[in-house]
């Protein structure tokens, strides 16, 4: 990071403690948030997206049981507040959760929130009642919940088949809101209807989405804003032009490469601008059903092409970070120590003699200068990851593969990639901020967001034994195992985390970016325009 850059961050922090202060004693009601949003999900539906451009966009226009305090910048167990629910308690044994609820809350359509709502919900996640999803990405989440009671109106009890620890984590995620009993998931796809700070107005594909103030909402000074408008602008330059001459209020969250954040301070020197990490990586994905991917040499092979530095270097000047499947430290809490993570297979700094290695094993396998494997990369249609994706085309190059550079749509990628109809891709994946949240999902055999079907049972087994643990510092020490088996056996190369920038007019205050997570710091209702 230059010198320059390091300043910007410096007073880009400065200025941002300055402005959570202000929200102390100052606050306003009134005016619209404006910022654009990089992509059109498919559906405004949290439930059934798996991407921050449904779910960011709707986490104001819902509740959760729990949930991220929205002032704490680092996603954790601790950090995890009341929401729907006025607290929790456990049971001796770890495997009862009993929640008392929020009286005199109201679904947007003014019908009471009640116990058998919250049961409806995960019912409705867990596959148990009459309605179904049309897709369930986070299904792995629930996978230890048995049963959930209700106790009267406004309690209820999760009944969990084991201890676990950290699922206060999960039902505090952006995508753990509760959805109406009364609602079917068919209507909440279009027009959903929430609890929350913010009601919903109007999502036109590829134009925009907007929510409106609540004013019946149960806490009853938020939010200070009248609503929020996402413009939908695919193309992050022309987005920045837009900031730029007035039209936002904001960037998009972590949208900034330090190309743009250089813009945007040549040409708009007021603007509050903050530089971090996110705990967003992009990693390798291979279709094991496909031959001759099928043979771990060869995805051996292909891991040990990757040089990691290259890739932040290239694309972030330097802004960013190597990690394993949880994000680094200090803004990741689970991730490995660096000396730790240069030990993995595929992470030492001779890039020679890991290619050297790769050209090995492929010619071994009947491939070389004169026989190279023709492959299709897919990737979703989005710069920051269509971009590493051309540069690992690049860098396959170099163990004789050659790569094709195949461009999808979001709406139409997840279904794609969830029925394995692809052979090689590139992809991003959040990495926490609990273990809990990605390692069953992205890695357990069967995991709804695990596109290239690994499956060992030795690591499920690892897996369920984490979540199980109490002693934090075990539970690291069974995370990063779990980290060298997935690294050992090529399960999904991470190929690197990078930082992006997010800029707004000093008028926003309020605003606080979290360090290890996209998806949950999205309510909105703490913001608030200074004009």
């Known amino acids: 990071m230059g010198p320059d850059l390091r300043i910007l961050a410096a007073v880009g922090a400065l200025l941002t403690a300055v402005a959570e202060t202000d929200t102390a004693f100052a606050q306003k009601h009134g005016g619209i948030l404006r910022m654009y949003s990089p992509d059109s999900p498919a559906s405004m539906s949290i439930h059934e997206e798996a991407t921050v451009f449904a779910e960011g966009p709707m986490m104001g226009v819902f509740n959760n049981l729990v949930m991220f305090d929205q002032h704490v910048k680092q996603n954790s167990l601790e950090a995890v507040v009341p929401d729907l629910a006025t607290g929790w308690s456990w049971s001796e044994d770890g495997t009862e959760l009993t929640m008392p609820l929020r009286e005199g809350v109201y679904w947007h359509d003014g019908k009471p929130f009640n116990a058998r709502d919250v049961q409806c919900t995960f019912e409705l996640l867990t596959g148990a009642s009459s309605e179904k999803l049309r897709v369930n990405p986070r299904k792995s989440w629930y996978s230890n919940l048995e049963r959930i009671t209700t106790n009267g109106d406004y309690e209820v009890a999760f009944h969990l088949k084991r201890p676990q620890p950290a699922f206060l984590t999960i039902l505090a995620s952006g995508f753990a809101p509760i959805y109406p009993c009364h609602v079917s998931p068919r209507d ?14 109007g999502f036109k594909p590829n134009e925009y989405v907007r929510v409106t103030r609540n004013p019946d909402y149960w806490k009853k000074d938020r939010p200070y804003l009248d609503g929020v408008e996402y413009a939908i ?11 730029i001459s007035g039209k936002f209020d904001m960037t998009f969250p972590h949208s900034l490469t330090v190309p743009l954040l250089r813009d945007v301070k040549n ?16 990693n390798l994905i291979v279709n094991r059903d496909k031959p001759p ?25 330097g802004e960013g970070d190597i990690g394993g499947v949880m994000q680094p430290p200090p803004a990741g809490l689970w991730g490995m120590p660096a000396e730790m993570l240069q030990s993995l297979p595929g992470y030492g700094a001779d890039i020679r003699e890991n290619r050297a290695e790769a050209r090995q094993i492929m010619q071994k396998l009947g491939y070389g200068p004169n026989n190279r494997l023709q492959i299709k990369v897919s990737v979703r249609d989005l710069p920051y990851l269509r971009d590493p994706a051309v540069i690992m085309i690049d860098q396959l190059k170099e163990v004789y593969i050659d790569g094709q550079l195949e461009t999808i749509d979001t709406t139409n990628w997840f279904p794609r990639v969830m029925r394995r109809d692809y052979i090689v891709g590139l992809t991003g994946a959040g990495s926490g901020p609990d273990p809990d949240q990605n390692l069953q999902l992205l890695y357990g055999c069967g995991g709804e967001l695990n596109y290239n079907g690994y499956c060992s049972p030795d690591v499920d087994r690892l897996i369920e034994q984490q979540s ?7 539970r690291k020490l069974l995370v990063w195992e779990i980290e060298r088996k997935l690294a050992e056996d090529g399960a999904r190369p991470i190929i690197f985390y990078d930082r992006r920038a997010t800029c707004w007019r000093p008028h926003v205050k ?3 970016l979290m360090v290890n997570s996209l998806f949950n710091g999205w309510r909105m209702e703490d913001v608030w325009l200074d004009q």
Do not use: Y
């Open 233 to 243: 602008i695919k193309n992050l330059s022309t987005a920045v032009l837009a900031f």
């Open 188 to 201: 909440m796809r279009q027009h959903p209807i929430g609890t929350g700070p913010f009601k919903f107005v």
């Open 293 to 317: 991917f099928e043979n771990p040499e060869l995805r051996r092979a292909m891991a040990l092409s990757l040089d990691r530095h290259a890739f932040i270097d290239i694309l972030t000047e």
């Open 468 to 474: 199980s643990e109490a002693d934090q510092q075990k």
């Open 510 to 512: 309020g605003l606080t």
């Open 267 to 282: 040409q708009l020197p007021q603007a509050l601008c903050e530089m971090g990490p996110v705990g967003l990586n992009r």
